[in-house]
């Protein structure tokens, strides 16, 4: 660790700490309660980076005045942000998190979506328990699994979108973003002290997000 990022260490660690939490939400995106739980953290975490920017430097010459604007840009002007801090608030002080879900069943090739048809399910119910209502539904009425005639080459699956309230894109979409953002805001930080920019954009540890939202099914062939 360079001497400049030391001097925000705990604000660096956090940051790290918010990476982590988003790759839960990949991992866990079919997990209803275990997705609140990382998207409820990853908030915490992201949140709370400028307040321990601002705690480690307000001694340094010259920083608060400067960092004044700079934070101001990021928790009140940027919207992705300013979003963040309303569901920390929410989170805190009023009640949990509860995403919005939609969600399709349909039969895909790779990313290709052959057929779909869109299928409640509910906030707090993970797909796999879904996925079993369809199947029981498709029993009743064999036409839906006809339909969508997943084979060998055609696979089942159940494409799931989570959304938060004031988020226009897609629950990985959005987080992903503002992580970036507050990236931005760091390396900001670490160029006033005299360090070099993060590299831009997500590292590339940050896979296409249909991997996490495209959960597949093998074996669920229909038959007759």
Same mark, same amino acid.
């Given at each position: 660790m360079s001497c400049v990022h030391e001097k925000i260490e705990a604000a660096l660690d956090r940051w790290h700490e918010s990476h982590w939490y988003l790759h839960q939400i990949e991992g866990h995106y079919h997990d209803a309660d275990a997705l609140r739980y990382s998207m409820n953290a990853f908030i915490r975490s992201l949140r709370?980076?400028?307040d321990m920017v601002t705690m480690a430097l307000?001694?340094?010459?010259g920083f608060p005045a400067w960092h004044k604007p700079v934070k101001s840009a990021l928790e009140l002007d940027d919207h992705l942000f300013s979003k963040i801090i309303q569901h920390r608030n929410h989170i805190v002080h009023k009640a949990m998190l509860k995403p919005e879900s939609k969600a399709f069943v349909a039969s895909i090739r790779g990313y290709t979506i052959k057929m779909q048809f869109g299928f409640y399910v509910d906030p707090f119910e993970d797909s796999d328990l879904a996925i079993q209502r369809f199947i029981?539904?498709?029993?009743?009425?064999?036409?839906?699994?006809? /339909?969508? /005639?997943?084979?060998?080459?055609?696979? !089942? /699956?159940?494409i799931r979108e989570w959304h938060v309230e004031g988020f226009?894109?897609?629950?990985i979409e959005s987080f992903r973003n503002a992580w970036v953002r507050v990236t931005t805001y760091l390396s900001e930080i !670490?160029?006033?002290l005299g360090g070099e920019?993060?590299?831009?954009?997500?590292?590339?540890?940050?896979?296409d997000s249909?991997?996490?939202?495209?959960k597949k099914y093998h074996g669920l062939h229909h038959e007759g």
């Open positions: 709370e980076i400028p307000q001694n340094h010459e029981q539904m498709s029993k009743k009425d064999p036409i839906l699994m006809q /339909a969508l /005639a997943p084979d060998e080459v055609q696979v !089942l /699956a159940l226009g894109e897609e629950l !670490l160029v006033f920019r993060f590299p831009d954009g997500l590292p590339d540890c940050f896979k249909r991997n996490h939202r495209y």
